[in-house]
Every structure is written in structure tokens, then in C-alpha cells.
């Protein structure tokens, strides 16, 4: 008989409901911020201050959109964004992948001694003002690379590649290749990678979101305005509407003043977008990844 036709319990259909319950409190609390954010960009600057923003725009506008868009460094700062967002994806893929693999061989000598050196990073750091000198020093500042190779691996995502290698990949498998003649760089191309998809993808989502999201390293290294990303010339927008309503003292410096609050909001949705179109296609590998790369070890 199959346990789908049993009948359920009490108890059963008790924890179902307060489990549906929170799932339900808890959708709403994380997308009711996503849902005003749209609602306010598209709404009348007036009705956003007066705080009369719910669900659905209130004196429906397309301004704010009309005043990011015609931002001339805009589309250059998407482009530079995706450009940083896929080198540096590759790069920490790589990067990560070839630290997990090795430590997460048991037949590596001294993995523990290593492992803790990594784990170090997490809670102590050189400091900002050292960081700067190193990459100055090295001629970095300026260049792409200034916000690639000082974070080319999260420790913590280490740790997750490195568990989910431990867990999944049982270490029989790697001796059966060695007696096959199979190298370690071969194991890691013909037997790992392959195996690990769901964590490649989890990593992919973090360090997408982590690139696409950065401006404080693209503020302190980047100089030229034309290597500015995404998130620094939105800035630059939102800074620039609220002091030329503050500055001003025509008859249209209170309605640029109004008009900054609604594209705020607008910002948000323009750096916001790129991730929501990305995440449905890694989605289905996401909880599996993180479940036994997380969990488990």
C-alpha cells in the first residue's frame, strides 16, 4: 500500500497548517518592501510622501523610469556591470572550485592547518587602508581587476563548496579512478564537476548577486566615469536629484525635489531587475545545493 493513500493524522495536518501559516507571514514580510518599491516608481511623488502607497501605484507616472533613463552613463554602467559581474563570476568559480577540491580530500596532508588559515579571513581582515595600498601597489586601482582579485573567494562560499564535495562525492569513487590512471586534475574535470552542478549554480547565484550589487570597492577604486558600474551611476542619479531640488531656487526645484522620492524606488527596480530574470533559471538547483552543502559534514 502506498504511504500516499494512508490516511493523515492530527498531528500531521496541524503542522501542515502552521507551516503553510508561517511560509505565508513570512512571504508576505519579505515581498511586501519589493512590491511598495515597484508600486512608489511608478506613483505620484505627492501620494508617496503622504504615505498613501499600499499595493498598487497611486496617480500612475512613468517620470521617475523617464528621468534614469535619460541618464547618459546609464547603459554604459550596465554594460560595465555585466562585463565585471561575468569575469568575476569565472574567476571566483574557478577559484573557488580549485580550493575546495583539495580540501576536500581526505588524503591531503595538512587540509586542517590549511582550512584554518582560510577560515581566519573570515574574522579578521587586513583593513580597509591596507587593502588600498596592496592594490594601489600593484596597479590595480582604476581597472576591472581592482574589484575582481581581492575577492576572487568568500571563504563561506568555500566552506559550502567544500562540504557538499565531502558529502556527495564518496572517496571509493576517487580511488577507483586513481587505479584507473586517472589524474587528480582529471578526477576533478571527468568525476567532480560533473557531479556537482547544483552547487555550481548555487555558487553562480551568490557571486552574481554578490558583483551585480557591489559599489563600495567601485567607489573607492574606480576614478573614470567610464568604468563606473551599474550601482555607482544610480547612485550618481539619485544624488544628483535631490541636491538639484535642494540647490535650486526656480519654480521647478520643488517638483525635482518631489520627483527624487519616486526615483529612489526606480533605482531599486533598475539594479534589482537583472538578478529577478537570472534566479528562475538556478532556482531549482538552489535549495539542493544549499541543503547538502550546508547541512551536512
Known amino acids: 500500500m502506498s504511504t500516499a493513500n494512508l490516511p493523515r493524522s492530527r498531528s500531521d495536518l496541524g ?7 508561517l511560509l505565508t507571514v513570512i512571504l508576505v514580510i519579505v515581498s511586501y518592501p519589493l512590491l511598495f518599491a515597484v508600486s512608489a516608481s511608478f506613483s505620484d511623488p505627492m501620494k508617496v510622501l503622504a504615505g498613501k502607497i499600499t499595493l498598487l501605484p497611486q496617480g500612475f507616472r512613468l517620470d521617475a523610469y523617464a528621468k534614469v533613463l535619460e541618464h547618459g552613463q546609464l547603459w554604459r554602467g550596465y554594460l560595465n556591470s ?51 595600498l596592496v592594490v594601489k601597489s600593484l596597479a590595480l586601482d582604476n581597472t576591472m581587476w581592482a574589484l575582481i582579485l581581492p575577492t576572487a573567494i568568500n571563504t563561506y562560499n568555500l566552506i559550502v563548496m567544500r562540504t557538499f564535495f565531502q558529502s556527495t562525492i564518496p ?7 586513481h587505479v584507473d590512471g586517472c589524474t587528480n586534475i582529471g578526477m576533478l574535470y571527468r568525476i567532480v564537476l560533473p557531479l556537482s552542478m547544483p552547487i555550481l549554480a548555487v555558487m553562480f547565484l551568490f557571486y552574481t548577486v ?5 559599489y563600495f570597492n567601485a567607489m573607492i577604486y574606480l576614478s573614470d566615469r567610464d568604468k563606473f558600474t551599474l550601482q555607482l551611476v544610480l547612485r550618481e542619479i539619485l544624488i544628483q536629484s535631490q541636491t538639484a531640488g535642494m540647490m ?8 525635482r525635489l518631489l520627483q527624487s522620492e519616486t526615483i529612489k524606488y526606480a533605482v531599486i527596480i533598475a539594479a534589482s531587475l537583472p538578478v529577478f530574470v537570472l534566479y528562475p533559471f ?12 550546508a547541512v551536512k559534514g
Open 282 to 293: 538556478v532556482q531549482r538547483f538552489f535549495v539542493q545545493g544549499v541543503m547538502i552543502g
Open 248 to 255: 535650486s531656487a526656480d519654480a521647478g526645484a520643488t517638483e
Open 210 to 214: 554578490e558583483h551585480w550589487n557591489s
Open 171 to 177: 572517496g571509493e569513487l576517487y580511488e577507483a579512478a
Open 15 to 21: 503542522f501542515d497548517i502552521i507551516n503553510y501559516s
Open 82 to 132: 555585466i562585463v565585471y559581474t561575468v569575469i568575476g563570476v569565472t574567476v571566483n568559480l574557478i577559484m573557488t572550485t580549485l580550493a575546495a577540491y583539495p580540501l576536500a580530500r581526505r588524503d591531503l596532508k595538512g587540509r586542517g592547518p590549511l582550512m584554518l588559515i582560510f577560515v581566519f579571513t573570515m574574522f579578521f581582515s587586513g583593513g580597509l587602508v591596507p587593502t588600498y
